[in-house]
Nanobody, 118 residues
């Protein structure tokens, strides 16, 4: 079973930056389509950004131009660079694997808290 290890959350002032990392266990990282979701208190979990195994990306409108998702296949890690942070970005951020090669799946990390103070 693939496990996702996340890191990089924390407390930051508005306008600041953070970088989240997610490293899946196992050796099949190259075949994974992955994403970052977030869930704020009292709200539904929402997609923030996604990246395919080929490197194609898509973003929620609310983070376009501020967040960047990337992957380093040599380090078997996916990143989410958060810049220009706003208080409304405060949430628990979850790493997700939604496809491994041609198989659809849903694997979640434990989540990492991002808090943006005004």
């Amino acid at each position: 079973q693939v496990q996702l290890v996340e890191s990089g959350g924390g407390l930051v002032q508005a306008g600041g930056s953070l970088r989240l990392s997610c490293a899946p266990s196992g050796s099949i990282f190259d075949f994974m389509d992955m994403g970052w979701y977030r869930q704020a208190p009292g709200k539904q979990r929402e997609l923030v950004a996604a990246i395919t195994r080929g490197g194609s990306t898509n973003y929620a409108d609310s983070v376009k131009g501020r967040f960047t998702i990337s992957r380093d296949n040599s380090k078997k890690t996916v990143y989410l660079q958060l810049s220009g942070l706003k208080p409304e970005d405060t949430a628990v951020y979850y790493c997700n694997v939604n496809r491994i090669e041609y198989v659809t799946t849903q694997i979640w990390g434990q989540g990492t808290q991002v808090t943006v103070s005004s």
